[in-house]
């Protein structure tokens, strides 16, 4: 009689947990998202995290930017064939960043439940399978909540569709384009910026057509400068393009691209992944404040043959041993949260 009441207790605490986890699921799924690889579970605890506020408006802010880049080129996507081919070719980097875990959080689910039902109901060894089954169940579901907590509030595997099929492959890759002749800016200012039509306008006036694409893709940089590429003239009005942007730190960072890729040496593929293998770029590493940006604070040298350093005082040390980022101020709260 005892041991049936404690049963009892148990299972009406379980009861509680798992509507509040059904209310979760509900509420993330109703919510949808803008992030092409996360999952309800990933929402769900959103919503339960002291993160929501923040996380739900960093969604909401991507998700109005995306919308309409989205929209558009999900029409576009039906009505092109060339673009059929745009989510396939990305392929490669298709298993970035958390993936998605809804059917193995939902199967783990459904066998601690019944696990859970057996040991009340059975006896002996079969008894003791099920209590094995729920701890390991149990055990399972907790390494997908630390996989999807992790990513609470990154966008680590992001890959956007893009208004125009940009392909880095193409450029970066197969043509040998420099980052910085389109990403003009990383050496010199904090963001590396994206390039305007009229850079592309230094090839695309003469390449007219693609390997992947035909006409159709380059067509829209005419359309959107207002060319006409039969008279060469700029003869219509122009509308700028919306790129969807990938990388979005919270507002909270500081983060600078001159200091890294000018003073610090660093080349764009230690912080962006291979992006000349991208057709679609993609959030290739998880922005991590500690298994990233810490990481490398603490590892790298810095440059001491910049002059800069030359005015440092640093102390306790020998001329010529590894000075790291850190030691610079690099692990400081106040240099990258404002
Ligand atoms: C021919 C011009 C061109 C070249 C060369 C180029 N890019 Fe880009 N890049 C773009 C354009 C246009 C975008 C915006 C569209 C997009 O995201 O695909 C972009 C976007 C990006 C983004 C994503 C920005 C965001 O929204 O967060 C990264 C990262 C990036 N480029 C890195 C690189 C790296 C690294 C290289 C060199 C290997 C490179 N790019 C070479 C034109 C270029
Ligand atoms: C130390 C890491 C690091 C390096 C090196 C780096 N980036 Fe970035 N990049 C970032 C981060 C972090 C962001 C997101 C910034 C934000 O949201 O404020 C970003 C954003 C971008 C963007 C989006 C537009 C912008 O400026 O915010 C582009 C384009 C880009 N990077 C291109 C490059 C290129 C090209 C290089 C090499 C010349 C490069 N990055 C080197 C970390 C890096
Ligand atoms: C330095 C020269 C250069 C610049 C700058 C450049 N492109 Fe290109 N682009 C090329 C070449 C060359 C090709 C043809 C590649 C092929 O298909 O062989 C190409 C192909 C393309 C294609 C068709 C890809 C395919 O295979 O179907 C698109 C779309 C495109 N570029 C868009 C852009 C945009 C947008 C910009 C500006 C952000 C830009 N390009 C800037 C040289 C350039
Ligand atoms: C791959 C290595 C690497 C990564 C990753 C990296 N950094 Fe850095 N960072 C450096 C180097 C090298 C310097 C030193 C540059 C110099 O000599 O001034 C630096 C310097 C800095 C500084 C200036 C420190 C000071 O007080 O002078 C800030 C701020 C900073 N990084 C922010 C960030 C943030 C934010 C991130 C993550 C989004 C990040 N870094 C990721 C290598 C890295
Ligand atoms: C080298 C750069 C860097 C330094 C130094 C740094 N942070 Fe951060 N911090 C970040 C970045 C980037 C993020 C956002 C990315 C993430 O989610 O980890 C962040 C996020 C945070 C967050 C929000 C966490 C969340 O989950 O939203 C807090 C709180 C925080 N940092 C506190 C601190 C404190 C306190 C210090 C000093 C002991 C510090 N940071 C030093 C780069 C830095």
Redesign the pocket.
């Known amino acids: 009689m005892k041991k049936c009441k404690m049963i009892l207790k148990i299972s009406s605490i379980t009861k509680i947990g798992l509507i509040l986890l059904l209310l979760m699921g509900f509420t993330a799924f109703a919510q949808n998202t803008h992030y092409n690889k996360s999952s309800f579970v990933s929402l769900a605890f959103n919503v339960a995290s002291v993160q929501a506020q923040q996380v739900v408006s960093h969604a909401q802010t991507l998700q109005v930017a995306g919308k309409d880049a989205q929209k558009e080129t999900k029409k576009q996507v039906q009505n092109d064939d060339?673009r059929a081919n745009y989510d396939k070719i990305n392929d490669k980097f298709k298993d970035i960043g958390p993936g998605n875990n809804t059917v193995k959080f939902v199967v783990a689910l459904v066998v601690f439940l019944l696990a859970f039902w057996a040991v009340g109901k059975m006896k002996g060894k079969v008894k003791w399978v099920a209590v094995i089954a729920v701890l390991l169940a149990l055990g399972y579901i907790s390494k997908i909540t630390y996989t999807e907590a992790r990513a609470l509030g990154r966008q680590q595997g992001y890959a956007p569709v893009q208004p125009?099929?940009?392909?880095h492959k193409?450029?970066a890759g197969?043509?040998g384009?420099n980052c910085e002749?389109?990403h003009a800016d990383a050496r010199t200012s904090r963001h590396a910026g994206?390039?305007s039509?009229n850079?592309?306008m230094?090839?695309?006036s003469q390449?007219k057509?693609?390997?992947?694409?035909?006409t159709k893709?380059?067509a829209?940089?005419y359309k959107h400068l207002g060319y006409n590429p039969t008279t060469m003239q700029y003869d219509k009005p122009g509308k700028p393009?919306e790129w969807v942007k990938v990388h979005n730190l919270p507002d909270h960072v500081y983060f600078n691209h001159a200091q890294h890729v000018q003073a610090g040496k660093v080349a764009c593929q230690e912080c962006h992944g291979p992006v000349e293998e991208m057709d679609r770029v993609v959030e290739y590493k998880e922005l991590a404040m500690g298994d990233f940006c810490l990481k490398c604070h603490r590892e790298r040298g810095i440059d001491q043959s910049n002059p800069y350093y030359k005015h440092y005082d640093f102390k306790d040390m020998k001329k010529g041993d590894k000075i790291t980022v850190d030691k610079i101020g690099g692990a400081d709260c106040s240099s990258c949260h404002y």
Do not use: D, M, R
């Open positions: 060339a125009i099929w940009f392909s193409v450029h197969q043509n384009i002749y389109c994206v390039p039509l850079v592309c230094n090839c695309h390449v057509e693609g390997k992947v694409s035909g893709e380059i829209k940089i393009i």
